[in-house]
């Protein structure tokens, strides 16, 4: 959170000028006499007071002599009066891109406390901005334009850009909070094997350990609510040195959530700094099929696993038992058991543990 508060920013601000009139007529100076005081020209005296020319630090220096009025009061005035113009043009240019608010779900955002809804929408956009750390939409364009993201496109769920780049800034934002050692590839790739233990925990008690344990590592792990047609899971690196770890909980169960942690974890082992992977349903490319057999063997050796399969006995009572011996919480065999059509997708999702941000407190 910044360490900044809003200040009261007025309506209007006259310009020093103004002042320097009420002055000058009070001590009976003409705007001549004040020229030649000062040794500057009466149209410069002029524009000085038309608030056309700025009162220079030297000209500060020359009135505070002159008037007896000290410099500092005629520089606070002067730039009290151009961040007054400053931003009077600002928000005259952002009226002009209130529209650009409605690519965002600002709703949503504004109801997950990203930040705080706002009296008019040219404050919202501001907010927004701020959220985002861009002066304006064009360098927010500038920048989200350029940022190289590799995710896999759905038949039936295209993911909105603006609302991934708000998602993503949001992990970001997370992580810039979460104190990292520098990355360490062996120590993360030892870190990982532990963590799988963690998968029959309650979320309260391996979310936890899970963000700690990463961080040693190099790595910050980001849990942060979906966003509509966003992505499950994401990872990006913000240094050379620290890479970010996303993830939603877009599916709820525990299943989604530990293969998605664990392919993603791939990424960052094995692949492209340069580019941010995003995660959202369909599996297809070299890099996603890498990430995906990594995670699959990670959660369960997987001749183990056909071996389970090949006996085609899958009552709830077995699938414990195997989960058990595994060291894993059920319900990832069953996702297992489903994503290889052993199971159709209806069957024995009770065993899963099904995740919730209200209960889960994450």
């Not at 002055?23 to 009976?28: A, C, F, P």
């Not at 949001?170 to 799988?196: H, M, N, T, W």
């Not at 392919?263 to 995660?279: C, D, G, P, Q």
């Amino acid at each position: 959170m910044s360490d900044f508060v809003n200040e009261y920013s007025p309506d209007y601000v006259s310009p020093p000028g103004d002042t320097l009139l009420e002055m000058i007529e009070h001590r009976n100076i003409s705007q001549d006499e004040l020229a030649m005081r000062v040794g500057l020209t009466r149209k410069h005296i002029n524009r000085i007071i038309a608030g056309d020319a700025p009162i220079t630090p030297d000209t500060a220096l020359k009135l505070e002599r002159t008037l007896g009025v000290p410099a500092r009061f005629w520089n606070n005035r002067e730039q009290q009066y151009r961040d007054f113009l400053a931003r009077k043009t600002e928000k005259d240019h952002l009226e002009s891109q209130i529209a650009w608010l409605q690519h965002f779900p600002v709703r949503r955002m504004t109801q997950l406390g990203w930040f705080d809804t706002a009296a008019n929408k040219v404050e919202q956009l501001q907010r927004l901005l701020d959220f985002f750390g861009v002066a304006n939409p064009d360098t927010w364009h500038e920048y989200w334009d350029g940022v190289q993201v590799a995710y896999r496109k759905s038949a039936t769920l295209q993911p909105d850009f603006y609302a991934l780049a708000a998602w993503l800034r949001k992990g970001e934002l997370i992580a810039q909070e979460i104190s990292c050692a520098p990355y360490d590839r062996a120590r993360f790739s030892a870190v990982i094997r532990r963590i799988r233990g963690m998968t029959t925990a309650p979320p309260e008690a391996f979310q936890p350990k899970l963000i700690r344990e990463c961080a040693a590592c190099g790595v910050a792990v980001a849990f942060v609510p979906e966003l509509p047609k966003t992505a499950s899971g994401a990872t990006r690196w913000l240094a050379p040195d620290k890479a970010l770890l996303q993830l939603s909980l877009r599916y709820r169960t525990d299943d989604h959530l530990w293969f998605t942690f664990f392919h993603e974890a791939a990424h960052i082992l094995v692949h492209r700094k340069k580019v941010i992977f995003i995660e959202s349903e369909d599996h297809s490319g070299e890099d996603e099929d890498q990430a995906n057999e990594f995670a699959a063997e990670v959660l369960i050796p997987q001749d183990a696993l056909a071996v389970f399969i090949q006996g085609k006995r899958f009552s709830a009572d077995r699938v414990r038992a195997f989960a058990a011996r595994q060291g894993i919480a059920p319900g990832i065999v069953v996702g297992q058991l489903q994503y290889r059509k052993a199971i159709p997708f209806s069957h024995l999702n009770r065993l899963k543990q099904v995740f919730s941000w209200a209960l889960s407190g994450m």
